[in-house]
């Protein structure tokens, strides 16, 4: 029987969804990275993915979890994944992606989901693929364990700052803790220290494919910033990531926040798409 409409991928159509999320690899580094290391099993990715068929072919899909994504998603397959969610998905506290898959998805389930935290249009998605175009900061560098102490009031600073709620609300400290150490030992948290030991730049790689990483949590403590900390911070993180992760680094950074941005162009940093956030 010939594939047609939205079903959920499994195990067996991990290499067809590799294949589909390799078309834009840069822009979902984030589903490509779930995928590889959840091998699209349902009890690890904490909830589906679904595939849009037009005549046997996978032309789209959607990662639906704790974050709701589309991947390559047109108007009218977006429309079917919305149909697909009759209602609203408890688990899912984020939808994040390419800015006019989001806007359609949204669109359509609005009047169902309820009112959101936050909607962020127009998320510039920058990203580098080549020496920055600055000096690095000699003083970055990957944290470890030892770290930790200084490393996690930071991440809980930035945290709070970018989405206007702690990471520790509602009994969540722990779990965070754990996250912040997970990067940490992955080699995936970057930071400088001043001579007191306190944390004045830091970022995380967020997830990897053979593609790409996408960089989060990017941060200058208060009063160290506008001091090009950003700057020269990122293109250490940049010249690290791209000798020893993945080839691209990218991430992506609300429209308003023209400090950052500057920054990031400075680095070397292009825009290549949008992306829209809608926080609940």
């Given at each position: ?66 974050n709701l994504v589309p991947v390559n998603a047109d108007a009218e397959a977006v429309r079917a994944f919305a149909a697909h969610a009759p209602q609203r998905i ?119 494919s053979p593609y790409a990483a996408q960089v989060q949590g990017v941060w200058v403590a208060p009063e160290h910033r506008r001091a090009g900390l950003a700057t ?49």
């Amino acid at each position: 029987m010939t594939k047609q409409g939205v079903r959920v991928l499994g195990p067996a159509d991990l290499d067809e969804f590799l294949a589909l999320v390799e078309r834009d690899p840069v822009v979902n580094v984030f589903v490509d990275h779930r995928a590889r290391t959840t091998r699209l099993q349902p009890r690890w990715l904490g909830g589906e993915v679904w595939g849009h068929y037009d005549a046997g072919d996978l032309v789209a899909a959607c990662h639906v979890a704790a974050n709701l994504v589309p991947v390559n998603a047109d108007a009218e397959a977006v429309r079917a994944f919305a149909a697909h969610a009759p209602q609203r998905i408890r688990s899912v506290s984020t939808i994040v992606g390419p800015q006019p898959a989001v806007d359609t998805f949204w669109s359509s389930v609005s009047p169902r989901w309820g009112t959101p935290r936050e909607i962020r249009f127009a998320q510039p998605h920058l990203e580098i693929g080549d020496t920055p175009l600055v000096a690095p900061d000699p003083e970055v560098r990957r944290t470890t364990t030892a770290d930790m102490d200084a490393l996690y009031p930071a991440c809980v600073a930035m945290y709070t700052e970018e989405v206007g709620v702690s990471p520790e609300r509602g009994g969540g400290a722990e779990l965070y803790r754990a996250r912040v150490a997970q990067l940490v030992a992955r080699g995936w948290s970057f930071a400088r220290f001043d001579h007191r030991g306190r944390v004045v730049f830091k970022a995380e790689v967020a997830c990897t494919s053979p593609y790409a990483a996408q960089v989060q949590g990017v941060w200058v403590a208060p009063e160290h910033r506008r001091a090009g900390l950003a700057t020269a911070g990122m293109a250490a993180v940049v010249e690290t990531v791209r000798a020893e992760i993945a080839p691209v680094v990218s991430l992506y950074v609300n429209e308003w926040n023209t400090g950052a941005r500057l920054a990031y162009e400075r680095v070397g940093f292009v825009e290549t798409a949008r992306f829209t956030t809608v926080m609940f």
